[in-house]
């Protein structure tokens, strides 16, 4: 299946998806994260693995990239959910794909999202309490500035 059948099979069933021009992105309202990835994840277009998750800051918004693949069928597809930086809020899809778990925790780590409905979402990288998100572009921390050797 192409890039364009997958969204256009998707765009059929939510007329709220739209796609992002000049990319392979689709992009869902976060409010929809959970029926699109009920939805793909089971035949006729079975996206089967969520490999990666991160996020991107944008100052304005913080955008949430979900990539996913269909181990069967060879073909993949990139979900963007765009995120205001006054409501970093969006429902986990970890009860959907199990490695959805630490990917979520990732972000939430490093970006501040908030996985609504993750069994353990804590932090994974950093220290449990460490001040802040180190992938924000407003992020300062002084346990970062850096000390003279004696």
Not at 37 to 50: G, H, M, Q, V
Not at 120 to 149: C, E
């Amino acid at each position: 299946m192409r890039p364009d059948e997958i969204s256009a099979a998707i765009r059929a069933k939510f007329p709220q998806v739209k796609e992002e021009a000049g990319t392979n992105y689709i992009i869902v309202p976060k409010e929809s994260i959970l029926e699109v990835s009920e939805y793909i994840k089971n035949p006729p277009l079975s996206f089967d693995n969520l490999h990666c998750i991160t996020g991107i800051d944008r100052k304005e918004k913080i955008e949430v990239i979900y990539t996913l693949y269909s181990i069967g069928e060879h073909y993949g597809v990139t979900i963007k959910i765009n995120l205001t930086s006054e409501d970093l809020n969006i429902a986990s899809v970890s009860a959907i794909w199990k490695s959805a778990n630490w990917l979520e925790r990732e972000v939430y780590d490093l970006f501040g999202v908030i996985f609504s409905g993750h069994p353990d979402l804590r932090r994974i990288l950093n220290p449990y309490d460490w001040q802040g998100y180190p992938l924000r572009k407003d992020y300062s921390n002084p346990q970062l500035i850096a000390k003279p050797r004696l």
